[in-house]
């Protein structure tokens, strides 16, 4: 159950680039403990797995704050492409080969970008991270990414209704 909770408060985390570009409300206030208390499970997660001097941790959330404008960028590129595809795509015959073209250029961009980012952070990681912790943390990333991915999909499969998953549109 802590898990779910953290991974659900996670998803949560991943949706605030949308959340910054709204006037704040209640709710989106409301949220802000929620997103701190997920960083400190993380980091909590983080230091025993990894075995994480107090040090070490620290340089970690800095290395981690400064590169994340950058990752939410990247990601808000990504999905603007990926809904120009799929809006494209979804008009059969009638899609526009050259809208299609440039959303697919933009995807690949965006991966090359977000690969240099993770070898620029890894740099940055190698400073204080031994190899091992340094593998460790990609592999934690990696499973929260797709523990993620796994909600959002099974959030799209819901019925819509008031726990349903926002419309999408272009």
């Known amino acids: 159950m802590n898990q779910r909770a ?10 605030a680039p949308l959340a910054a570009q709204r006037p704040a409300t ?3 206030v409301g949220r802000r403990p929620l997103e701190a208390r997920v960083r400190e499970r993380i980091a909590a997660v983080a230091k025993e797995r990894l075995r994480l001097s107090d040090d ?20 808000g590129d990504e999905r603007d ?18 809208r299609v073209d440039d959303a697919l250029k933009r995807l690949f961009r965006v991966q090359r970008q977000r690969l240099d980012l993770v070898e620029q952070e890894q740099a ?9 912790q340094r593998a460790g943390y990609l592999a934690l990333q990696d499973r929260l990414r797709r523990r993620i991915e796994e909600l959002r999909r099974e959030g799209e499969m819901r019925p819509r209704g008031r726990m349903g998953p926002r419309p999408r549109g272009p």
């Open 6 to 15: 953290l991974v659900l408060s996670a998803l949560l985390l991943a949706s």
């Open 26 to 28: 209640a709710d989106s």
């Open 56 to 75: 070490q941790l620290r340089r970690l959330q800095e290395v981690n704050r400064s590169y994340e404008p950058r990752r939410r960028a990247l990601a």
């Open 81 to 98: 492409a990926r809904i120009v595809l799929r809006s494209e795509l979804a008009r059969n015959e009638r899609a526009d080969n050259a």
């Open 124 to 132: 940055e990681l190698a400073k204080f991270l031994e190899p091992s």
